[in-house]
Nanobody
């Protein structure tokens, strides 16, 4: 069992930056893949980036590659999503998810078993 708590969302102007945090607790974290997703009103939950805790591998969707960076702090059991050059179309609720490390990269939200509560990101034009 893993518990996830996101933080760091807010309102930012277009072109600005935000860093989201996902603090994990519970079971041994290195058994997991941690992913960031977002969901805009009326749309499906979209995969953004994933981090494989066991070896530090990273994977990004094409929509955010080059603008967003996923990273971790081992000591804090925390995964971050640094978001730069934000656009109004990045406005959404952002979720951190945890999946068992059974294959890589895992980009399918259906196979993420644990979710945080979500944090709102709003980008103004």
């Amino acid at each position: 069992q893993v518990q996830l708590v996101e933080s760091g969302g807010g309102l930012v102007q277009g072109g600005g930056s935000l860093r989201l945090s996902c603090a994990a607790s519970g079971h041994t974290i290195n058994m997991y893949v941690m992913g960031w997703f977002r969901q805009a009103p009326g749309k499906d939950r979209e995969f953004l980036a994933a981090f494989r805790w066991s070896d530090g591998s990273k994977y990004y969707s094409n929509s955010v590659k080059g603008r967003f960076t996923i990273s971790r702090d081992n000591a804090k059991n925390t995964v971050y999503l640094q978001m730069n050059s934000l656009k109004p179309e990045d406005t959404a609720v952002y979720y951190c998810g945890g999946s068992y490390d059974t294959w890589w990269p895992n980009t399918d939200r259906r196979y993420y078993h644990y979710w945080g509560q979500g944090t709102q990101v709003t980008v103004s034009s």
